[in-house]
């Protein structure tokens, strides 16, 4: 099926996004992580557009998606907005997420907060945000591989991230892929592209500048979250799927996540690593479709014996 493109002019932003699907019923938005866009659903878009409508939006600050100048526009209050209001322009109360990376940092936070309006929630190889709170302050692995977000908030981490063409951001995320033929010339070029459009970077970058989470280990006497775990179980049947060889999140993101995901599916992949989509994308995509619909005719078949 062909992937369109088009912009949705929300009350508060105008975002970009590619869809598949705009005749079925049932509404499926697709949120992409850093430093990602819409593109990264590419080879996932057509497979679930055979049976819903699948959207795939450009996250605000990205690609072709507007970018506001004021860094508090990119807390989780306007980010988890952006999904309510996409959905309305679509004609929805309720959908389906499908998510990755900081698209499921989103997810889960929608799916928390307004669990009413998510039919059901798909993640890939995006850490619940309690456990991983939690580790960034207590697991000495954990707070070593997420460094770079507190990096990211560095001044002139812009200007590293652009230089000679964007290099350290292509070989830090995608160039093995490149080199073993699981991306091609044509999916660079939309990468770089995506990246180097003005002010987009800077954009990117206010997802961590805003983040609550952030290394900050409690052995240096640095206090950390006061989270409390009840508020943070999500009440939204859920597909975790999992790359195991994620360079970014230790396995111990996994650990006991049943107990904040009662209604849980999880899928590990072995050899797969935080870069599900391009690894994986054929498997991802009959994954996500076949939890979807499984998930779509559990829930007609109650509404119907309500009736």
């Known amino acids: 099926m062909t992937i369109t493109n088009g912009f949705a002019e929300l009350p508060d932003i105008t975002l970009h996004y590619a869809e598949v699907g705009r005749g079925h019923d049932t509404l499926v938005i697709f949120l992409h992580g850093f430093p990602e866009f819409w593109y990264t659903w590419r080879q996932q878009l057509p497979v679930i557009g055979?049976?819903?409508h699948a959207v795939a939006p450009d996250l605000r600050g990205y690609n072709l998606s507007d970018r506001p100048e004021d860094p508090k526009a990119y807390t989780i209050g306007p980010l988890?907005?952006?999904v309510i209001e996409l959905a309305h322009h679509f004609g929805h109360e309720k959908f389906y997420l499908v998510s990755h990376d900081w698209g499921a940092a989103i997810a889960w936070s929608v799916a928390l907060a307004h669990p009413d309006r998510v039919m059901g929630l798909c993640v890939l190889n995006g850490p619940h945000p309690y456990i991983f709170s939690k580790l960034l302050e207590e697991?000495?692995?954990?707070?070593?591989?997420?460094?770079?977000?507190?990096?990211?908030?560095e001044a002139g981490m812009e200007e590293k991230l652009?230089?000679?063409?964007?290099e350290w951001l292509w070989d830090w995320t995608f160039k093995k892929h490149f080199e073993n033929g699981q991306m091609t010339q044509a999916d660079k070029n939309a990468y770089l592209a995506?990246?180097?459009?003005?002010?987009?970077?800077?954009?990117?970058l206010n997802y961590y500048r805003n983040s609550p989470l952030t290394p900050r280990p409690?052995?240096?006497?640095?206090?950390?979250l006061d989270l409390d775990p009840e508020a943070f179980i999500v009440?939204?049947?859920?597909?975790?799927?999992?790359?195991?060889?994620?360079?970014?999140?230790?396995?111990?993101?996994?650990?006991?996540?049943?107990?904040f995901v009662p209604d849980l599916k999880l899928l590990k992949m072995p050899d797969v690593s935080h870069w599900v989509t391009h690894e994986a994308p054929k498997e991802v995509a009959r994954e996500v479709l076949v939890f979807l619909t499984d998930l779509q005719k559990r829930q007609n078949a109650a509404k119907n014996a309500g009736k």
């Open 50 to 52: 055979t049976h819903f």
């Open 80 to 82: 988890i907005n952006d």
């Open 139 to 153: 697991d000495e692995t954990q707070i070593a591989h997420s460094q770079y977000m507190a990096d990211f908030r």
């Open 162 to 166: 652009l230089a000679d063409n964007c």
């Open 194 to 204: 995506a990246w180097q459009k003005p002010g987009a970077i800077r954009a990117m």
């Open 218 to 224: 409690k052995s240096k006497g640095v206090k950390g």
């Open 235 to 259: 009440k939204v049947p859920t597909l975790l799927v999992w790359g195991e060889r994620d360079h970014a999140l230790v396995p111990a993101n996994i650990d006991g996540i049943e107990a």
